[in-house]
């Protein structure tokens, strides 16, 4: 019921969720990866769709089920990724992203299983391109682009660099070391920064969080 009764007042806008990690091969049977299991990006396509978005939830590799009713697209690679995001944001109102996008990749992939030999091995790793960075640079003024940011120290300092860097409308910021925050867990502890305000929120669902986000961005877009 309490589904029901939520506002529609994203009616009409097409919102771009990504979520998940990605995931960078060095083999056939190998990959980097990192922690992030979707959940906080899988909750703001849930609610995002109850309050009449239409929504397109772009997903790495991730154990959960999908929302219903979101167009769903699924990626593997920080480059899959960057692919679908940026043609998914052309016509996108609000683009959140809460995925977890490896910052470097092999720099070359084997095509066979690498074989263990005595002693130790290095890899070689490059950059990946910045998804939210090039949607910023390129970003009209219909898009309100919204990112994420994952600290363990100078949560508040570090994620303002990020908004200015990547030309954000706000920056969702987690950090690592609180109880209740982050990785895994179906709570998180968030603050909202936009250019002019800082919000700290207290622990809530992962799906409360989704709330209060997409109200404040609402309230921003007016
Ligand atoms: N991001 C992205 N493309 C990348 C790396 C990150 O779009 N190649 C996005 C993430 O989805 C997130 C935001 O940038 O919304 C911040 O990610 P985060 O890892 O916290 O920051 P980085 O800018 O990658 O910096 P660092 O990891 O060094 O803290
Ligand atoms: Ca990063």
Redesign the pocket.
Known sequence: LREIAMPHDLEGLKVVV?AGPTREKIDPVRYISNNSTGKMGYAIAKVAMMRGANVTLISGPTSLAKPRFVDAIDVVS?RD??EA?VEEAKDADIVI???????YRPDTVADEKIKKKDGDMSISLE?????????GANKSDKLFL??????TENLIE??RK?LD??NLDM??C?NLKVAGAGFGTDTNVVTLITKSDIKELPIMSKEEVASKLLDEIMALRK
């Open positions: 990504t920080a990724m960057y995001v992203k809460a995925a977890a996008v490896a910052d950059r990946t391109d910045d998804i939210l960075a090039s949607l919204c990112g994420f940011s994952m600290e570090n994620s990020k860097k990547k920056i969702v987690n």
